[in-house]
């Protein structure tokens, strides 16, 4: 199966400022996804990430604040806009030919 | 909207015990269901996954068997082992796998010795 390299692992960054999150698969994949898993919650799935067009975002998700790029089937990018503590959560990507593909280690987000 | 609950822990269990993890789902088409595991330190794995009603899923001795009847995919070992120590997702993909996941809470399983 695929194996994803999603970086920052981690990152703590200022309020009102905004983080790029890369996950970088070694195979082309169909479907890449982001996820976000708040404190002791669990994974809710932000967006649908589309090759070559503008992504599928679940309700209560908009590309202003999590624009999402995937140039090619091995890349893709998410971005958390204007942070806010709130936005404090792992976001994590999945790719693979279904939905239940591999995930990435995560990106462990801290907005002060 | 597709739903998915399953029993919060953590649930605490001695070495060699049966484990049971309750888990029923909501959607609105025949969705297919997995398993997932998060080792301590550790991403996010598929553990096992069904796709149709009556399928059993399997993997390191656990199973799992899709009841469509009941609306739900519980989680079973009939042995569980100290590396078993984890959280426990459950989770549905509803329109054939195109769609994003959709996760229960998750269950944090700890195994004494």
């Known amino acids: 199966s695929a194996v994803i390299s999603q970086k920052p692992s981690r990152d703590i960054c200022q309020r009102g400022t905004s983080l790029t999150i890369q996950c970088q698969v070694d195979?082309?994949?169909?479907?890449m996804f982001w996820y976000r898993q708040q404190p002791g919650q669990s994974l809710t799935l932000i967006a649908t990430a589309n090759q070559g067009s503008e992504a599928t975002y679940e309700s209560g998700f908009v590309i202003d604040k999590f624009p999402i790029s995937r140039p090619n089937l091995t890349f893709s990018t998410l971005t958390v806009s204007n942070m806010s503590p709130e936005d404090s959560s792992i976001y994590l990507c999945?790719?693979?030919?279904?939905?239940?593909?591999?995930f990435g280690s995560g990106t462990q987000l801290s907005v002060l | 909207g597709d739903s998915v609950t399953q029993m919060e822990g953590p649930v605490t269990l001695s070495e060699e015990a049966f484990l049971t993890i309750n888990c029923t789902y909501t959607?609105?088409?025949?969705?297919?269901l997995f398993w997932y595991v998060q080792y301590p330190g550790e991403g996010l794995q598929l553990l096992l996954k069904?796709?149709?009603?009556?399928d059993k899923g399997s993997n390191k001795g656990f199973e799992a068997t899709y009841r469509k009847e009941t609306t739900s995919f519980h989680l079973e070992k009939g042995s569980v082992q100290v590396s078993d120590s984890a959280v426990y997702f459950c989770a549905l993909s509803d329109q054939g796998g195109a769609d994003g996941l959709t996760f229960g809470k998750g269950t944090h399983l700890i195994i004494q010795p």
């Open positions: 999945s790719a693979g030919e279904t939905s239940a593909g591999v």
């Open positions: 069904a796709t149709k009603a009556d």
């Open positions: 195979s082309q994949v169909t479907m």
């Open positions: 959607a609105t088409g025949y969705p297919s």
